[in-house]
């Protein structure tokens, strides 16, 4: 199972960024998946969540609201909407596939390789 993460790029503040997810080695409907974000000398952040269906999705607090996590299981892909971007969201953003919607990375046994996400002030 391969995740690939993309759609990454330099933003201003307030501004908006889709970032895609495509899952190839196994159908995609066969996960949970989950976006995590990572910062320089910090732990992996979960970001939101999604179960196989699409239907039940979990968010972290600081994002509820301004960022939207998606699925497409015919195009075997996934995204995450960001809306609102603060210099804050700067970080690593990966793609991770697992069997429940965690909050840690333990249940999660598939990972891409990130895509870097800039916002400027």
């Known amino acids: 199972v391969q995740l690939q993460a993309s759609g990454g790029g330099l933003v201003q503040a307030g501004g908006s960024l889709r970032l895609s997810c495509a899952v190839s080695?196994?159908?995609?409907?066969?996960?949970?998946m989950a976006w995590f974000r990572q910062t320089p000398g910090k732990e992996r952040e979960f970001v939101a969540g999604?179960?196989?269906?699409?239907?039940?999705?979990n968010y972290s607090d600081s994002m509820k609201g301004r960022f939207t996590i998606s699925r497409d299981n015919a195009k075997n892909t996934v995204y995450l909407q960001m809306n609102s971007l603060e210099p804050e969201d700067t970080a690593v953003y990966s793609c991770?596939?697992?069997?429940?919607?965690?909050?840690?990375?333990?249940?999660?046994?598939?990972w891409g390789q990130g895509t870097q996400v800039t916002v400027s002030s």
């Open positions: 991770a596939a697992g069997s429940i919607i965690a909050r840690t990375t333990g249940p999660y046994n598939y």
């Open positions: 080695g196994r159908a995609s409907s066969s996960f949970v």
């Open positions: 999604i179960n196989r269906g699409g239907v039940i999705t």
